[in-house]
C-alpha cells in the first residue's frame, strides 16, 4: 500500500506528521511517533462561549493547526506499542485525515512488525487503530502481538458497532483474526500491564477509553489518549470535542488530568495529538 503522506504537503511537517521524540521516564524511555497528519477543523476543540479556542491558539502559535497521529513504544522485556495511527488512508479523500508514516517510523527505531509483541489502544477510534489490519486484506499487520484494549470500547464499537465513528472494516478484520487466535485481551479497571505500565480506566471519550501510565524511580509520564486533544484542553478542562461519546465523564478526566500534570514527578501528560508530541506539564 503506497503511503499518501508520500505526495502530502504536510508530509514532511515535524510539528504533525513526521513528529518523533524520545521522552525518560526514570529507567525508562518511552518513543513518541507520529503516523499522520490531523488539519484542525476550526470548532473541534472549544466551549459554547469559545467553540474554536483550541484552533485559534495553535494557529496563532504554529500558522494552520494541525497535529500529529501520535504512536508511542516501550521496550522492554517486551516490545509495546502503544496506539496504531489511521494508516496508509486519506481519510474521506480530503487531505486533512492522512496517515502512513508509523511502519517507517517504527522501521526507525530497528522495529518490524512482527517484533511487536503487545498493541495497547486507547481507545477504538479509527485514528488510533488504523495500522492494525492491512487496507487491502483485513490481515493483521502486527502478527505477534496481544492487541489490549478496554472492555467497554470492545462492546460499543465491536459487538455494537453503532458507534458515531465506526471502524473501518479492515480493521474490523483484523480485530477478529486476533480474537480468533486467542490474542485479544480486554482490560477492565485499573490494571497493570507490565512493570512500569498500567492502564488506566477513564471512560468519556469513549465508553473504554484507557489512559496509559508509564511510571519508573517517582517519575510518570500519562499517555493521554483522546482524553486530551490539545495541551490547551489542560488549562481549560471545560473544553471539549463534540464527539465525546460521554460529555460530563470526559471533563472529569481532563479535570483529573490536569490536576495530575502540576504534580510532583509529573514528566508530563502527552496526548496522541499534542503538536510535535511534546509532553506538558504545568
Ligand atoms: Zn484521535
Known amino acids: 500500500m503506497p503511503n499518501p503522506l508520500a505526495s502530502h504537503r504536510l508530509g514532511n511537517d515535524p510539528l504533525s506528521a513526521t513528529a518523533r521524540r524520545e521522552v525518560a521516564v526514570g529507567r525508562l524511555t518511552v518513543a513518541a511517533v507520529s503516523d499522520g497528519v490531523l488539519v484542525m477543523s476550526p470548532a473541534m476543540v ?29 521496550r522492554g522485556e517486551q ?28 522501521a526507525a527505531l530497528g ?10 489502544l486507547s481507545h477504538l477510534h479509527g485514528d488510533h487503530v488504523g495500522t492494525l489490519g492491512d487496507v487491502q486484506t483485513g490481515q493483521p499487520v502486527f502478527p505477534s502481538a496481544s492487541i489490549l484494549v478496554g472492555r467497554d470500547d470492545w462492546t460499543y464499537f ?32 485499573d ?23 508509564v511510571a519508573d524511580e517517582g517519575q510518570r509520564l500519562y499517555l493521554a489518549g483522546d482524553a486530551v486533544h490539545t495541551p490547551q484542553q489542560l488549562a481549560h478542562p471545560d473544553w471539549a470535542v463534540p464527539f465525546d461519546v460521554n460529555p460530563a465523564e470526559a471533563r472529569e478526566v481532563r479535570e483529573w488530568l490536569a490536576a495530575e500534570a502540576v504534580r510532583a514527578g509529573c514528566v508530563g501528560v502527552l496526548g496522541c495529538h499534542f503538536p510535535h508530541l511534546l509532553p506538558v506539564s504545568i
Open 46 to 74: 472549544g466551549s459554547p462561549e469559545y467553540p474554536t479556542g483550541a484552533h485559534d491558539e495553535l494557529a496563532a502559535r504554529y500558522g494552520e493547526a494541525r497535529l500529529p497521529l501520535g504512536c508511542f513504544v516501550l
Open 79 to 106: 516490545t509495546i506499542l502503544i496506539d496504531a495511527g489511521i494508516g496508509p488512508v486519506d481519510h474521506a479523500g480530503r487531505g486533512t485525515l492522512v496517515g502512513g508514516n508509523l511502519l517507517g517510523q517504527l
Open 111 to 120: 522495529i518490524a512488525p512482527a517484533d511487536i509483541d503487545v498493541v495497547a
Open 158 to 189: 465491536v459487538e455494537q458497532d453503532q458507534a458515531q465513528m465506526p471502524l473501518p472494516r479492515y480493521v474490523r478484520q483484523a480485530l477478529f483474526e486476533h480474537d480468533r487466535r486467542g490474542q485479544v485481551r480486554l482490560l477492565d479497571g
Open 191 to 213: 490494571v497493570d500491564i507490565v512493570p512500569g505500565l498500567r492502564r488506566i480506566a477513564t471512560p468519556g471519550h469513549t465508553p473504554g477509553h484507557s489512559v496509559y501510565l
